[in-house]
C-alpha cells in the first residue's frame, strides 16, 4: 500500500488545512462566501443600474449579476489550491473504486439539462447575452465544484471521513451556503426549496465525480444545469423547473423532484473510505 501524497508534513496554515476535517473546512467555506459577497457588494457600486435590470436585458446585467462575483471567485480558489498545492490531487483520477449504480446521477443531471435546452427561446435574448451567461454557468460549474466538490472532499477525506461522511457533508456545506441568497434579496419560499435541492444536487455531484473518475465531469454538469436554468426561466431567482409555461418546463418541473428524492436516496447508499486496502481489489471489479 502506497504512502497517501496528501500526509501533512508540513507547520503553518498549509499544514493545519492539510490535515483536512469538517470543523477545518467550514472557516475555508465561509471565508470564501464572505469574499464572494464582498465582490458583489463592490461591484454594485459601479453598476450604472444593472443590476436592477433583468438578467438576460443585456451583457451588462449578465456581468454585474452573475459573472463579476464568479470571476473573482474562481481566481480566489485556484489560487488558493494553487498556493496549497492541491491541484494534481483535485484534478487527477480520483482515489477509489466507482460501482455501476453511481451513473444513475449523471444521467438524471442531465435530462433536465437536454429538456432545458429544446425550450429554451434561442430568438429571445441576444446572441451575446446568451454567450455570456453560457460562459458565466461554467464558471458556476468550475468555481461550486472546485470549492465543495474538489477541496471540500479533499478535506473532509484528510480529515479520515468514509465516503458516506464526506458525500454528506460537502453535500450539506453546498447546500447551506445557497440560504445565503437570502441576504442578497432572494424570498424565503425561494431559498428553503432551494437548499433543499442543492443539498440532492451536490450529492449528485459527487457521485458524479466519483463514477466519472474526475472533478471536471462534475464541473461540466454543473456549468451546463445552471445557465440552460437561467435561460429557460429568465433569471436566477427562480426554481429549477419551475415557473414555465411549457410543457417541457413542466416535465422539468417533475424531473426535479425526482431528482431531489434520488439524490436523498442514492447518498444512502454511498460507502468506502479512501486509503482502504480493499479498494484496490475492488476497483479491479468496477
Known amino acids: 500500500m502506497t ?29 470564501y462566501l464572505g469574499l464572494y459577497m464582498a465582490t ?15 438578467l438576460l436585458s443585456s451583457v451588462g446585467a449578465v456581468f454585474f449579476q452573475l459573472s463579476v ?13 494553487t498556493w496549497l498545492g492541491w491541484n494534481a490531487e483535485i484534478f487527477g483520477r480520483q482515489p477509489i473504486y466507482r460501482s455501476k449504480w453511481m ?14 435546452i429544446l425550450d ?51 453535500s450539506l456545506l453546498f447546500g447551506l451556503s445557497h440560504s445565503i441568497n437570502i441576504l442578497q434579496g432572494q424570498e424565503l419560499k425561494v431559498v428553503g426549496p432551494t437548499v433543499v435541492y442543492t443539498f440532492a444536487f451536490g450529492a449528485l455531484m459527487y457521485l458524479t465525480m466519483r463514477v466519472a473518475g474526475f472533478i471536471m465531469a462534475a464541473m461540466i454538469m454543473h456549468g451546463l444545469t445552471d445557465p440552460t436554468g437561467f435561460l429557460a426561466s429568465g433569471g436566477i431567482d427562480k426554481l429549477p423547473g419551475a415557473g414555465g409555461a ?40 468496477a
Open 3 to 31: 504512502t497517501p501524497a496528501t500526509t501533512p508534513t508540513e507547520g503553518g496554515l498549509r499544514g493545519f488545512l492539510a490535515k483536512g476535517g469538517f470543523w477545518r473546512l467550514l472557516p475555508v467555506v465561509v471565508v
Open 40 to 54: 458583489g457588494w463592490i461591484a454594485s457600486q459601479f453598476d450604472n443600474g444593472y443590476n436592477d435590470d433583468d
Open 69 to 81: 462575483g464568479l470571476i473573482v471567485g474562481s481566481i480566489i480558489l485556484t489560487a488558493f489550491t
Open 103 to 116: 451513473w444513475i446521477a449523471p444521467v438524471l443531471v442531465a435530462l433536465p439539462i437536454v429538456l432545458r
Open 120 to 170: 429554451i427561446d434561442w430568438g429571445g435574448p441576444a446572441l451575446s447575452v446568451v454567450l455570456f451567461v453560457l460562459a458565466s454557468g461554467l464558471l458556476v460549474g468550475y468555481s461550486e465544484e472546485l470549492l465543495y466538490r474538489g477541496i471540500g472532499v479533499k478535506m473532509l477525506r484528510a480529515g479520515g471521513n468514509g465516503e458516506f461522511a464526506v458525500a454528506v457533508l460537502s
Open 246 to 285: 411549457s410543457d417541457i418546463a413542466n416535465v422539468v418541473g417533475l424531473i426535479t423532484v425526482v431528482l431531489i428524492i434520488v439524490g436523498y436516496v442514492l447518498v444512502l447508499c454511498v460507502r468506502g473510505k479512501v486509503g482502504e486496502q480493499s479498494e484496490t481489489k475492488a476497483a479491479q471489479h
